[in-house]
C-alpha cells in the first residue's frame, strides 16, 4: 500500500494518481487542499498512524512539500499549513525504515545550490564559469554575455544587464547572486528515480522557460559521462529522487547547473508516455 500525501492543488499529485489507478495499484492518498482538510493522528507511543480515523500501515510513501497552497489559497495559514502537513507526514516516513520512500538519507541536509556546484566537480561534472557576488556592476572575470539568479532560488534567472538599478532604492536588496557565463539551449534534464535516469531536452527562446512558458520537450539520452557523474553527485548528496539541469557551453559540453530535489514532473511524463511515474511507482514497491 503507497500513501501518496501532498497538496490536492499539485498536479503533479494528480498525475501520479492517475498511473496508480491505472496500473491498479492499492494506495492511500492524503491531500489536503483550501477546502478539504484530513484528520491525521500520529500515535508515538503506540507507533499508530490514523488517516480519517483508521488505523494504516502503508508500506511506501511518496510526499510532496505544498508550493501551490501558499500561492493560490487567500488563508493567512496557508503557507504554516504547507509546512506543518509536509514535517508531520515526512517525519512518519523517516522514523520507519521499512517504509519506502525517497531521498530518506538526504532529509536532515539542507540543499544548497553553490555546495552542489562544488560538489559536481569533484563528482566530474563540469560546471560554468561562475561568481557568487553582490558587486554585479563590476564582474569582469567572465567574459561575454552572462545570466544571474540569487544563490537560495526562488526567481527566474535573468541577464546580468537587467541588475542594473538593483538595490539602488533598498540597499538590502543586493544580496548574493550566482553570475554565470550565458549557455546554450537545449536544455537537459536528467531525472534520477531510484536506480533509473530519464532525461530529456528543453527547447525555448527564452533565457529562463518558465517566465512565459515558451517550451518544447522532447525525451532525450543523457550522454554516459553526464549520467556517471551525477551518479556520483545524487550519491554524495544521499539523494534517489532529483532531477538535475545541465545546458551547453560554447564547445558543445554538458555543464551542471543545478539539483532540484523535488521537481516538477508532470509534463515531462506526459512526454515519456508515463515512464517517470512508473519509475517512481516501481521504485516504491521494491521489497
Known amino acids: 500500500m503507497i ?3 501532498g497538496g490536492q492543488l499539485d498536479f503533479n499529485l494528480g498525475t501520479l494518481l492517475r498511473r496508480i489507478l491505472q496500473r491498479g495499484i492499492p494506495y492511500l492518498d492524503l491531500v489536503v487542499g483550501p477546502d478539504l482538510v484530513p484528520d491525521l493522528v500520529i500515535d508515538v507511543e503506540r507507533d499508530e498512524l490514523r488517516l480519517n480515523g483508521a488505523a494504516v500501515r502503508p508500506s511506501a510513501c ?31 516516513e523517516l522514523a520507519h525504515d521499512d517504509v519506502n520512500g525517497f531521498n530518506k538519507r538526504a532529509a536532515a541536509v539542507e540543499n544548497n545550490k553553490l555546495q552542489n556546484l562544488f560538489l559536481a566537480r569533484r ?5 560554468p564559469a561562475t561568481l557568487v557576488t553582490n558587486k554585479f556592476a563590476r564582474v569582469h572575470a ?6 544571474q539568479k540569487p544563490v537560495a532560488g526562488g526567481e527566474h534567472t535573468t541577464l546580468l544587464a537587467s541588475l542594473a538599478k538593483q538595490g539602488a532604492a533598498d540597499p538590502l536588496a543586493r544580496y548574493p547572486r550566482f553570475v554565470q557565463e550565458r549557455l546554450r539551449r537545449p536544455e537537459l534534464r536528467v531525472y ?14 527564452d533565457i529562463d522557460y518558465r517566465e512565459r512558458n515558451r517550451v518544447r520537450l522532447e525525451v532525450a539520452k543523457a550522454p554516459a559521462e553526464v549520467e556517471t557523474g551525477l551518479q556520483k ?3 554524495a548528496l544521499g539523494l534517489d529522487f532529483a532531477a538535475a539541469d545541465f545546458m551547453l557551453d560554447k564547445s558543445g559540453d554538458y555543464r ?16 515519456a508516455g508515463g515512464r517517470v511515474c512508473d519509475a517512481i511507482i516501481d521504485h516504491l514497491q521494491r521489497r
Open 3 to 5: 500513501l501518496i500525501a
Open 62 to 92: 511518496f510526499m510532496r512539500h505544498d508550493a501551490f497552497l501558499p500561492q493560490q489559497s487567500k488563508s493567512r495559514y496557508a503557507h504554516a499549513a504547507a509546512n506543518n502537513w509536509y514535517f508531520a507526514v515526512k517525519g512518519w
Open 123 to 127: 563528482c566530474g561534472l563540469a560546471v
Open 142 to 147: 567572465i567574459a561575454g554575455a552572462k545570466i
Open 192 to 205: 534520477r528515480i531510484g536506480d533509473a535516469f530519464i532525461s530529456f531536452l528543453l527547447r525555448s527562446p
Open 233 to 235: 553527485l545524487t550519491d
Open 256 to 271: 551542471f547547473l543545478e539539483v532540484n530535489t523535488q521537481p516538477m514532473f508532470s509534463a515531462f511524463d506526459a512526454v
